[in-house]
């Protein structure tokens, strides 16, 4: 008998413990926030394609480290952005993806281009 009240101790504990924890996590949890970076180099943009996730908030670092391209703004013509890129500062671009697709990033002069993919 003292097992078994036992037994029912440790799992009412076990249950309380998920209460107050929120309960069992998924086993791949969504990330709250994409982060990545984009890098413009004499190559040009260093990598050209990305994956990011449907829905969920992106941000998009592009550190220009070169005066040598024609790479002075970054246009994401899908999400409305324009920003300028000096040269030797990082800038952050913030958006969220809310559709699938293919999506174009380029520079101001639209002869760089490089593809953000959403799945």
Do not use: H
């Not at 926030?33 to 004499?42: D, G, R």
């Not at 592009?62 to 246009?75: G, N, S, Y």
């Not at 699938?100 to 281009?113: A, I, Q």
């Amino acid at each position: 008998m003292k097992t078994f009240t036992f037994q029912i101790s440790v799992a009412f504990a076990v249950m309380f413990a998920v209460l107050l924890t929120g309960g069992v996590q998924e086993a791949v949890a969504k990330p709250k926030v994409q982060t990545t970076t984009i890098k413009i180099t004499t190559r040009g943009y260093e990598p050209t394609k990305l994956k990011f996730r449907k829905g969920i908030p992106t941000r998009v670092t592009f550190p220009r480290t070169t005066d040598a391209t024609c790479v002075k703004e970054i246009v994401l013509p899908d999400f409305n952005i324009r920003r300028a890129l000096p040269l030797n500062q990082p800038v952050t671009v913030e958006f969220t993806p809310n559709k699938r697709g293919t999506f174009t990033f380029v520079c101001g002069m639209n002869m760089m281009r490089g593809q953000l993919i959403v799945q």
